[in-house]
Nanobody, 115 residues
């Protein structure tokens, strides 16, 4: 069982930045790290992911503004969010996924962007 703890969420204004962190209770070697977000009444959607080789994938809405990274030694995943928009307001969830489909979720951290 792996536990994930997210941090770094908060309330900012349009154009500002936030950095989310996801600390795992165990190693993240061999796991794909993903960040998802969800707003009320909508399905959780993928924001960005980074696999074990460092290959990244981004939702079109965040390309060029968000950067996902990982530190395998620290067991931590990051999401740097720049040029935030009101549309980025959501609860952000960290996800660890193994190749066989096993996965874990964090508890979520609220990001609110106001104009």
């Amino acid at each position: 069982q792996v536990q994930l703890v997210e941090s770094g969420g908060g309330s900012v204004e349009v154009g500002e930045s936030l950095r989310l962190s996801c600390l795992a209770s165990g190693t993240i070697f061999g796991w794909t790290v993903g960040w998802y977000r969800q707003t009320p009444g909508k399905q959780r959607e993928l924001v960005a992911s980074i696999n074990t080789r460092g290959a990244t994938n981004y939702a079109d809405a965040v390309k060029g503004r968000f950067t996902i990274s990982r530190d395998n030694i620290k067991g931590t995943g990051y999401l740097q969010m720049n040029s935030l928009k009101t549309g980025d307001t959501a609860v952000y969830y960290c996800n660890l996924r193994f190749s066989d489909g096993e996965e874990y979720w964090g508890q979520g951290t609220q990001v609110t962007v106001s104009s």
